[in-house]
């Protein structure tokens, strides 16, 4: 059972920036797995944020975060990031990383999509403090 762990997310003030980390416990996780990050507001909806493909290495980012957000893999730490710039309230939630494996049928057009992933975190907490 693939277990994974978010860290990096903390207080930040309007402008700063946050890198985000995903690992995986006991498994291999970079080129296995496709990833998504997702975040989610107390009472509201989960919101798809950015996701990455393993097979094709493309990236998607929800329209608020392109230009702000990065998504990236680091092979040799068996990380996911998510690099975070220009932070402003509207980013203030919980983040979390999602993965589904790379074996599985995975449409790009729906990264974004909860029901895409198989595997979540427990999240991390981000906030802008104004």
């Known amino acids: 059972q693939l277990q994974l762990v978010e860290s990096g997310g903390g207080l930040v003030q309007s402008g700063g920036s946050l890198r985000l980390s995903c690992v995986a416990s006991?498994?291999?996780?970079?080129?296995?797995?496709?990833i998504g990050w997702f975040r989610q507001v107390p009472g509201k909806e989960r919101e798809g944020v950015s996701c990455?493909?393993?097979?094709?290495?493309?990236?998607n980012y929800v329209e608020s975060a392109k230009g702000r957000f990065t998504i990236s893999r680091d092979n040799a730490k068996d990380a996911v990031y998510l690099q975070m710039n220009g932070l402003n309230p509207e980013d203030t939630a919980i983040y979390f990383c999602?993965?589904?494996?790379?074996?599985?049928?995975?449409?790009?057009?729906?990264?974004?999509?909860?029901?895409?992933?198989?595997?979540w975190g427990r999240g991390t907490p981000v906030t802008d403090s104004s």
């Open positions: 006991g498994f291999t996780l970079v080129d296995r797995y496709n």
């Open positions: 990455v493909s393993t097979k094709s290495g493309n990236t």
């Open positions: 999602a993965a589904v494996n790379n074996m599985k049928y995975y449409s790009e057009d729906a990264c974004l999509r909860q029901r895409t992933y198989d595997y």
